[in-house]
């Protein structure tokens, strides 16, 4: 098996993908035993799920982890892991410090005493606690079927408030009350189709192109279901298939040519400290 190198050390060490993996791999398990004991559904999502579906684990060039928790779990999500997060690992996101960039997925999960630099200059990680190695939390909301409801709540988090979020925070300055009209956005959304039959990502996740919403039928999620992932399981939509089509597109079982066999995300990475190595 090809060994996806991130990082060689002075020393003659080395920091593989696979590496990565086992760190990223140790904080979902944590995760979905939280959600099993507190009864929050979640699904892995992206290209979590593809790994899962295509090699029953990682995609072994992938350096990030996918899930996704429903809106109306979401504050339930955040109490279950200020209680039962075990000490060696941390949570951000807008609800527990404002420095959180919303333009990112809801919330990452970090391990402690790891160092991980992400390809993304212009979203640094603002909460200065922890730079850890991490997974990402999505969240799905309802969605409107009609475009002439959809666009103009998604035109105005994905045009008009999303960069002004990223250009003010890159300026050094907080800007809370557009956080905070971000997600308000997102959520007044969320009530308006709340009798919707279609579920998809929250209009807080902008970055795809409007005319590929990410859109769902709940049957197709709900009831979640299990599915093998390296050593463990984790939850996955009923109907895997369809929406992995919808995500990625119907020639999904299709290996990407070499070239594009890459980590995309990390550009520094320390696994023993959460300091960068030389």
């Known amino acids: 098996m090809e060994q996806y190198i991130l990082k060689e050390y002075q020393d003659g060490t080395i920091v593989t993908v696979k590496d990565v993996q086992k ?34 684990g990682f995609i072994p060039w992938d350096d990030d982890f996918d899930m ?19 000490s060696e690992y941390t949570f951000h996101c807008f609800e527990t410090d404002q420095r959180y960039n919303v333009t990112l997925p809801a919330m990452k999960i970090r391990k402690k005493n790891t160092y991980l630099k992400e ?32 666009y103009p709540f998604r035109f105005t988090n994905k045009y008009l408030l999303m960069p002004l979020i990223v250009l003010l925070e890159n300026l050094n ?14 959520k007044w959304y969320g009530k308006l189709t709340k009798n919707s039959y279609y579920i998809g990502n ?25 599915i093998a992932f390296e050593d463990t399981t984790f939850s996955i939509a ?37 300091q960068p190595k030389k």
């Not at 140790?26 to 593809?50: F, M, R, S, W």
């Open 119 to 150: 390809q993304n200059v212009l979203l640094k990680n603002k909460c200065t606690d922890c730079d850890g190695v991490f997974i990402d939390v999505f969240v799905y909301n309802t969605v409107a079927k009609s475009k002439i409801i959809d």
């Open 68 to 86: 996704a928790i429903l809106r109306e779990d979401y504050q339930r999500f955040i109490d279950a892991l200020k209680k039962d997060l075990p």
């Open 238 to 274: 009923q109907d895997e298939k369809s929406c992995i089509i919808t995500d990625i597109g119907p020639d999904y079982m299709t290996l990407p040519p070499e070239k594009k066999r890459f980590s995309k995300h990390i550009l520094d990475i320390n696994l023993e400290s959460d």
């Open 202 to 226: 929250e209009i807080t996740w902008t970055y795809r192109k409007m005319n590929r919403r990410t859109m769902y039928q709940k049957s197709s999620l709900f009831p979640t279901k299990k």
């Open 173 to 186: 300055f907080n800007p809370t009350l557009l956080k905070k009209l971000f997600i308000g956005n997102a």
């Open 23 to 56: 760190v990223i791999l140790e904080i979902a398990k944590v995760v979905d035993q939280i959600c099993e004991k507190h009864h929050i559904p979640y699904v892995i999502n992206g290209g979590t799920a593809l790994g899962a579906i295509r090699h029953q």
